[in-house]
């Protein structure tokens, strides 16, 4: 008898938590539609109070904590190093890794901390963030795009207009016929591996979307780096220019696609 009781507790003990949890799992996902709902009126706020709600009501809800993470990435300031927006980018990368502790494999996670690293300043990790979604997914253009986006824009910041400026010159695009011998030296030195990697992403990312045209624009850029990395040779120059030339056009028809395909998506009507 004691031991039907003990059995027949335990029972009771279970269909309580049952109740319980699935009574939690209709509470979370109802904070979770109120929270898409603030989130979509751009309520940022409330909609993290929402998320946070329905994380604690369902721990196991890979969906609360996902929200929950873009919520505050959403709330990063690009290029802003206070510590406030520091903070709130610490929370959304931390909200992504605890998807990831899930889910290694989860591409919006791996995008969205990779994008947080960017805004962020943290180039490097940014590409090695980048690196990972190639990895799961070696199709996806944008990956590509993003790692010679990023190399043309370090060179050119990091390293050619600090050094053209040394010599009293602002980049002209064309190859910088003007700059001494030293100067020439520097820029190869510093700027040769980061714009052939940057061609090759980037020519990656147009080979896998052929109507790429931001890629086409960084292409024409890095092109244009190039140029400068040839030195004394002003035919090579010339040709680097040339090439820059050719990807501008591919760009603008590639653009015109981009935007007919829009409309066409659209209905025809203006699309913003």
């Known amino acids: 008898m004691k031991f039907y009781a003990r059995i027949t507790l335990s029972v009771g003990l279970l ?24 989130f979509k009126n751009a309520q940022y706020e409330q909609a993290t109070d929402y998320f946070q709600n329905a994380v604690q009501l369902d721990p196991k809800n890979p969906n609360a904590k996902l929200y929950l993470a873009t919520t505050y990435a959403s709330q990063v300031v690009p290029n802003l190093q206070t510590p406030e927006n520091l903070a709130i980018a610490q929370k959304a990368l931390d909200g992504f890794n605890a998807v990831l502790a899930n889910n290694p494999k989860d591409l919006t996670a791996l995008k969205q901390i990779a994008s947080i690293d960017r805004n962020i300043g943290k180039l490097e990790q940014a ?107 002003d035919a090579a120059r010339k040709a680097d220019l040339a090439q820059a030339d050719v990807w501008i056009q591919k760009a603008m028809g590639a653009r015109k696609i981009n935007e007919l395909k829009k409309e066409a998506k659209a209905g025809g009507g203006v699309t913003m």
């Open 127 to 233: 590409k090695a963030d980048e690196m990972k979604v190639i990895e799961i997914a070696p199709n996806d253009p944008e990956a590509y795009y993003i790692i010679g986006s990023i190399d043309w824009n370090f060179e050119h910041y990091k390293n050619t207009v600090p050094i053209l400026a040394a010599d009293g010159l602002t980049d002209d695009g064309e190859g910088n016929k003007k700059m001494t011998k030293g100067a020439c030296a520097k820029i190869k030195e510093a700027n040769t591996a980061l714009v052939t990697n940057a061609m090759k992403n980037l020519q990656k990312a147009i080979d896998l979307n052929p109507n790429y045209d931001d890629a086409m624009s960084y292409l024409q850029l890095s092109y244009r780096s190039k140029a400068n990395l040839e030195c004394p040779d």
């Open 15 to 38: 269909i309580l938590l049952g109740t319980a949890t699935g009574c939690n799992f209709l509470k979370s996902r109802d904070q979770l539609n109120k929270g898409i709902a603030a």
